[in-house]
């Protein structure tokens, strides 16, 4: 198995730029998210799917967008990037909702 | 609501001496908590839960915690730090029913030689 990936690994946006964050996990499991990694402040969720066509808001939601239409995938959207937005970025994936495995992270700046 | 407080965001410890890292919670419903360590770049791995039962949980590593529901504690120790133990640790607590995690902001452990 794989586990969880996510591609990029590192990308650089210029203010007002889109772009979409690849997470994928080949181990079946229903529950997957999003956070963000800041100096500091530990991580705090984006959003989450408990499965495949449901998703919901977490903390930090602004921003961003989502959707699951496969157990397989969960990507990430920037809408309109933002310097407020630099941050490091990790997917999670969990059979049980809560043990969760993480991707190794995309870490992205945006200028 | 739930959140938690990771007291001392930089921890220094002997090679060979104990490992404490604290961790407090609070949280309107049954607690479930987790420690998690980072490695430099990498994700985050599961160390060790608790969700019911056995108060003292064991994890990987030689890792161990204790949930003491009167502190609102869930601290985690080793009895002997070793240098391959130097990360970043986080703790966090969810609940039954609910999907949301709330992270620490995380302690780096530095082990000295």
């Known amino acids: 198995n794989a586990g969880v990936t996510q591609t990029p690994k590192f990308q650089v946006l210029k203010t007002g730029q889109s772009m979409t964050l690849q997470c994928a996990q080949d181990m079946n499991h229903e529950y997957m998210s999003w956070y963000r990694q800041d100096p500091g402040m530990g991580l705090r969720l984006i959003h989450y799917s408990v499965g495949a066509g449901i998703t919901d808001q977490g903390e930090v939601p602004n921003g961003y967008n989502v959707s699951r239409s496969t157990t397989e995938d969960f990507p990430l959207r920037l809408l309109s990037a933002a310097p407020s937005q630099t941050s490091v970025y990790f997917c999670a994936s969990s059979k049980t909702g809560y043990e969760q495995y993480f991707g190794p992270g995309t870490r992205l700046t945006v200028t | 609501a739930q959140s938690v407080t990771q007291l001392g965001s930089h921890v220094s410890v002997s090679e060979g001496a104990l490992v404490l890292l604290r961790c407090n919670y609070s949280?309107?419903?049954?607690?479930?908590l987790f420690w998690y360590v980072q490695y430099p770049n990498q994700g985050l791995q599961l160390l060790l839960k608790?969700?019911?039962?056995?108060?003292l949980v064991k994890g990987i590593n030689g890792f161990e915690a204790e949930f003491k529901k009167s502190e609102t504690s869930f601290h985690l120790t080793k009895p002997s730090a070793h240098m391959s133990d130097a990360a970043e640790y986080f703790c966090a607590v969810s609940g039954p029913g609910t999907y949301k995690y709330i992270f620490g902001t995380g302690t780096r452990l530095k082990v000295l030689a």
């Open positions: 608790y969700t019911t039962g056995a108060t």
């Open positions: 949280s309107s419903v049954p607690p479930y």
